[in-house]
């Protein structure tokens, strides 16, 4: 185990801050500021361990560093080493090189595995979820203004394999809305657009594309058979009906799906993330709602078709997309326990006084789809 240390370089990590306060009767208080995470960790040492910090930071081998700081490699050393890896304080070697992904793949989004590596602490861990964005097949239904940005920020995330589908064309006003390369591709297909920039961005792209309407009676299967995630943003003809089809099915198939928001007049709306069985799904989600506001009756509006006056933002299309995408990353670094971003609930980000407004939504256990007399 000692050996180990010994055998390979150590390297204080660059994400990491370290400030030492001044020794008091022979101990030291430290300070570790994780710059991808601001996380903040404080520890009590022995003086001789703050100085061996201070060594470890300078281009020189554990040897020398252990000798500047007139310590041995016992097992009291060797236990303040094993809690600087465990926390992702220092490394051995290059912590993220690995033989399970692409050595250009690892080198494209390095920085985006050290932030991992920031938040799950471990190499291993930080390799294992980029391995599985870098296996998963995303299905994203809706490449308006949403699905297109969410689309662009998978591909940065890492993720290549795609199954996308949609009815409209590029038009010209998108060019306000998407990143699509507008001028090129209006009057195509919005698949073809989005395949494009799919080509563009993602390592080794692998892209099915689907021309169709996103109705209750569309054959769904062929679309999400390979899915390891389904993302819906497709609001029309009515995100909640497809919302609801799409949920029953990943919750008979156990795949996650996130519900994103952005749609209709939520401009900057967060969306959810379902986790069969773990968060609420769909149809808890339409109860919540019927329950809450059955007593509101909106008159009927005299306008029917809303779309030429009513407005919105780009920046606020791209925010929804980033939260959906920070949900759909946040399931790939913890599958196993779904952090917050998988709590069940909703928030809408209002641009005019800059504020979040979030609230909670529970598992509803007469849930006739996840309830629990359904499992
Ligand atoms: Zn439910």
């Excluded at 294992?128 to 998978?154: E, H, M, P, T, Y």
């Excluded at 698949?191 to 390592?203: S, W």
């Excluded at 069985?277 to 149809?283: G, L, R, Y």
């Excluded at 780009?314 to 917050?340: C, N, R």
């Amino acid at each position: 185990m000692k050996q180990r240390f010994l055998a390979s370089t150590l390297n204080l990590r660059d994400g990491v801050e370290v400030f030492i306060y001044p020794p008091c009767e022979g101990k030291c208080q430290v300070l570790f500021l994780f710059l991808g995470t601001r996380r903040r960790l404080k520890i009590v040492c022995r003086h001789q361990f703050a100085v061996l910090l201070k060594e470890i930071a300078k281009d020189q081998s554990l040897e020398a560093s252990l000798a500047q700081a007139h310590l041995d490699l016992d097992d009291c050393t060797a236990a303040f080493l094993n809690f600087l890896e465990g926390e992702g304080i220092v490394a051995f070697g290059n912590p993220i090189a690995t033989d399970l992904l692409p050595a250009a793949y690892v080198e494209q989004y390095k920085r985006q595995m050290y932030f991992l590596l920031d938040v799950l602490k471990q190499p291993e861990l930080a390799i294992a979820a980029q391995k599985r964005i870098f296996d998963a097949c995303i299905v994203v239904l809706g490449l308006g203004a949403v699905g297109s940005n969410i689309l662009q920020q998978l591909c940065m995330v890492g993720f290549r394999h795609f199954t996308i589908a949609d009815y409209a064309v590029v038009e010209k006003n998108d060019v306000a809305r998407t990143p699509y390369a507008v001028g090129r591709e209006m009057g195509k297909p919005k698949t073809i657009a989005a395949k494009k920039l799919i080509d563009d961005l993602a390592f080794k792209p692998e892209v099915q594309i689907h021309d169709l309407v996103l109705t209750t009676q569309t054959r769904i299967e062929p679309l999400l058979q390979n899915a390891s995630l389904i993302i819906n943003t497709a609001d029309e003809p009515y995100v909640g009906y497809t919302n609801i089809r799409l949920s029953r099915y990943a919750l008979q198939h156990n795949v996650p799906m996130v519900a994103a928001g952005g749609f209709d007049a939520h401009l900057a709306s967060l969306g959810e993330l379902l986790i069969p069985h773990v968060t609420p799904c769909a149809d808890c989600y339409a109860t919540f709602f019927h329950e809450n506001l059955k007593n509101w009756k909106p008159m009927t509006h005299p306008v029917q078709e809303r779309s030429e006056w009513f407005g919105g933002l780009g920046s606020l299309s791209a925010f929804s997309a980033a939260t959906a995408v920070l949900e759909v990353l946040s399931y790939f670094i913890h599958p196993d326990t779904p952090s917050a971003a998988a709590s069940g609930g909703r928030g809408e980000f209002l641009f005019h006084d800059y504020s979040l407004d979030t609230f909670s939504v529970e598992r509803d256990i007469h849930c006739p789809s996840c309830g629990e007399e359904e499992q």
